[in-house]
């Protein structure tokens, strides 16, 4: 097959759940464990750190990828979902797998995906990890798909294990409790393997996830009880901050440069700080020098897209993949924070989440330009406009982003400011990203 082929084989012989959603949902680990066994289990051969979480994820996995070459080290990155090109999800040193090594991979494992009937997300992880070894990392950044104790990557016993944040979202796979969720999450935790938590939320949360690393003996660090990252200024499109340690209050690290500036990060670079220091402690050859390096760069060295990202100025454009009530709040309070004019939004969700709450972080005093991602669990924008209504947003529905987006910039004055997300799919439409 060509490569076009084979991709076209994976999303249509395969459950997708960014397709549709719960149906492909295949939890447990035995299809995965028995995919990677064909394969002579890959993913024991090079150390691994394992990254979970509700939000934040990907950007602390493309972080710590960052880190670790700028460090020296060959790495392997494997996340989820792609924005543009399947390739994105599986990466060394920043270059994507290459088309060559899909085609033999699936033409090769046909007999087993005919046996074992995996998921597309299991069959994706089983290509990474064998990607990774082919590829000769001296270490791969694997992060979870969803949950983490059923997830598919969770065959792993990692260097380190990491929880950036725990909030609601997925509820109909990982519970209706915040509690509930926080124990699948912690369920990446393994016997012995430290553990970072990027913040301390509340009670209920940490209980969890101390009582999941106690029972395996696991160290654990809440990296927002020891580190601090205290927003300094933007300036040249960076974000500086300073890192301080919380118990003495000294800088650690002054006027630390970060190219992804959305809000949100600080919590996040304080849990990618926080592991830095546990590995190296372990033996791995990090330095601040090397993590100033990256965190300036991290879409440079990763091909990161779509966190807190501006695509335009006059009027200024903005869009990220927040997309779910913990996410918006705090995008949508930055967005506050720069627009001087009008503010418009662009906004699409996926079909199987309630947006109810999500639409209700939003402003009434702006203009709304309501569209659908190009996804199967798209949510039309005509049903969209109506339930927006009920919160009082107001505005024409468009059939895709882009020409959401050119209407809203064409009515735009150069001082007003468009935020484009409510969904993943819909900043992974947007053509000029």
């Given at each position: 097959m060509?490569?076009?082929?084979?991709?076209g084989y994976?999303?249509?012989?395969?459950?997708?759940?960014?397709?549709?959603?719960?149906?492909?949902f295949?939890?447990?680990?035995?299809?995965?464990?028995?995919?990677?066994?064909?394969?002579?289990?890959?993913?024991?051969?090079?150390p691994?750190?394992?990254?979970?979480g509700?939000n934040?994820?990907?950007s602390?996995s493309?972080?710590?990828?960052?880190?670790?070459?700028?460090?020296?080290?060959?790495?392997?990155l494997?996340?989820s979902?792609?924005l543009?090109?399947f390739?994105?999800?599986?990466?060394?040193?920043?270059?994507?797998v290459?088309?060559?090594?899909?085609?033999?991979?699936?033409?090769?494992?046909k007999?087993?995906i005919?046996?074992?009937?995996?998921?597309?997300?299991?069959?994706t992880?089983?290509?990474?990890?064998?990607?990774?070894e082919k590829?000769?990392?001296?270490?791969?950044?694997?992060?979870?798909?969803?949950?983490?104790r059923?997830?598919?990557?969770?065959?792993?016993?990692?260097?380190l294990?990491?929880?950036?944040?725990?909030?609601?979202?997925?509820?109909q796979?990982?519970?209706?409790?915040?509690?509930?969720?926080?124990?699948?999450?912690?369920?990446?935790?393994?016997?012995?393997?430290?553990?970072?938590?990027?913040?301390?939320?509340?009670?209920e949360?940490?209980?969890?996830i101390?009582?999941?690393?106690?029972?395996?003996?696991?160290?654990?660090?809440?990296?927002?009880e020891?580190?601090?990252v205290?927003?300094?200024a933007?300036?040249?499109?960076?974000?500086?901050?300073?890192?301080?340690?919380?118990?003495?209050?000294?800088?650690?690290?002054g006027?630390?440069?970060?190219?992804?500036?959305?809000?949100?990060?600080?919590k996040n670079?304080?849990g990618?700080?926080?592991?830095?220091?546990?590995?190296?402690?372990?033996?791995?050859?990090?330095?601040?020098d090397?993590?100033?390096s990256?965190?300036?760069?991290?879409?440079?060295?990763?091909?990161?897209?779509?966190r807190w990202?501006?695509?335009?100025?006059?009027?200024?454009?903005?869009?990220?993949?927040?997309?779910?009530?913990?996410g918006?709040?705090?995008?949508?309070?930055q967005?506050?924070?720069?627009?001087?004019?009008?503010?418009?939004?662009?906004?699409?969700?996926?079909?199987d989440k309630?947006i109810?709450?999500?639409?209700?972080l939003?402003?009434?005093?702006?203009?709304?330009y309501?569209?659908?991602?190009?996804?199967?669990?798209a949510?039309?924008?005509?049903?969209?406009?109506?339930?927006?209504?009920?919160?009082g947003?107001?505005?024409?529905?468009?059939?895709?982003?882009?020409?959401a987006?050119a209407?809203?910039?064409k009515?735009?004055?150069?001082?007003?400011a468009?935020y484009?997300?409510g969904?993943?799919f819909?900043?992974?439409?947007?053509?000029?990203?």
């Amino acid at each position: 097959m060509t490569y076009q082929e084979t991709i076209g084989y994976l999303y249509e012989r395969l459950p997708v759940f960014q397709n549709i959603g719960a149906r492909a949902f295949k939890p447990g680990l035995h299809t995965t464990r028995e995919l990677c066994k064909s394969l002579g289990d890959p993913q024991d051969k090079y150390p691994t750190i394992h990254i979970a979480g509700t939000n934040g994820k990907g950007s602390t996995s493309h972080m710590l990828a960052a880190v670790l070459q700028e460090s020296g080290y060959r790495v392997g990155l494997y996340t989820s979902p792609h924005l543009k090109d399947f390739r994105e999800r599986i990466r060394v040193n920043g270059a994507c797998v290459p088309e060559e090594f899909i085609i033999q991979f699936v033409d090769d494992q046909k007999s087993n995906i005919d046996r074992l009937s995996p998921s597309f997300f299991e069959v994706t992880v089983a290509m990474a990890f064998s990607y990774f070894e082919k590829a000769n990392v001296d270490v791969a950044v694997i992060e979870v798909g969803m949950g983490g104790r059923l997830d598919s990557t969770n065959i792993i016993t990692p260097e380190l294990s990491v929880i950036t944040n725990i909030s609601f979202d997925h509820m109909q796979f990982l519970g209706d409790t915040l509690g509930k969720i926080a124990g699948e999450k912690a369920g990446i935790i393994k016997s012995g393997i430290p553990v970072v938590v990027s913040e301390y939320q509340n009670d209920e949360i940490s209980n969890v996830i101390n009582a999941a690393a106690a029972a395996a003996d696991a160290p654990l660090i809440f990296a927002s009880e020891v580190i601090e990252v205290d927003f300094v200024a933007l300036l040249d499109g960076q974000m500086l901050v300073d890192v301080r340690d919380k118990a003495s209050g000294a800088i650690v690290s002054g006027r630390l440069a970060a190219d992804l500036t959305g809000a949100y990060q600080l919590k996040n670079i304080a849990g990618v700080w926080a592991a830095c220091d546990v590995l190296a402690l372990k033996g791995w050859k990090i330095t601040d020098d090397s993590i100033r390096s990256a965190l300036k760069s991290v879409s440079a060295i990763t091909g990161l897209k779509g966190r807190w990202q501006q695509l335009r100025q006059n009027p200024d454009v903005y869009c990220d993949t927040a997309h779910n009530t913990a996410g918006l709040t705090i995008t949508l309070a930055q967005f506050e924070t720069v627009c001087r004019g009008r503010k418009r939004f662009v906004v699409g969700f996926v079909g199987d989440k309630d947006i109810s709450t999500m639409l209700s972080l939003f402003p009434q005093d702006a203009q709304y330009y309501f569209c659908q991602p190009s996804n199967m669990r798209a949510l039309k924008a005509q049903e969209l406009q109506s339930r927006a209504l009920e919160h009082g947003l107001v505005g024409k529905t468009f059939g895709n982003v882009n020409e959401a987006l050119a209407a809203a910039i064409k009515d735009s004055g150069p001082e007003d400011a468009i935020y484009v997300g409510g969904s993943t799919f819909v900043v992974a439409d947007i053509e000029s990203l």
